[in-house]
């Protein structure tokens, strides 16, 4: 019960930030394409590689932690259907390319974020 309630709690503040990061992209970048949501899932999965790491030691609460951090707030803070939708909508208006652009280039960089945060970790910590 405890981790359902951090992962609720978590997801809606996830969720916030990942409204405040959007908001701020878009009010700075020219562009109205989908940097808002590139931005959040870039550094939600730099932070998921970070806890990630963190989380992998044994120590008291860390399933909960696990459940509040990794499920709740970066689940809420990432989102992968504003990716799939932003994805559709650029192929639907005929930007086909810049599409695939969004699509390969958000792969290829949650995942390097994801990976560098978890050797920023063992690097900075020594874990």
């Given at each position: ?70 499920v709740g707030l970066l689940g ?52």
């Open positions: 019960m405890l981790n359902g309630l951090l992962v609720f709690v978590g997801a809606g503040l996830g969720g916030l930030a990942r409204y405040a990061l959007s908001a701020a992209v878009a009010g700075s970048v020219a562009s109205r394409a989908a940097w808002g949501t590139l931005a959040a899932n870039i550094l939600g999965c730099l932070l998921a590689g970070i806890v990630g790491a963190w989380l992998a030691g044994s120590f008291p609460m860390r399933d909960a932690l696990r459940s509040a951090i990794l809420g803070f990432t989102t992968f259907s504003a990716f799939a939708r932003e994805a559709t909508t650029l192929s639907d208006s005929g930007r086909g390319w810049l599409a695939l652009a969004y699509i390969v280039g958000t792969n290829i960089t949650c995942l390097a974020a994801a990976w560098g945060g978890a050797i920023l970790y063992r690097r900075l910590i020594g874990g």
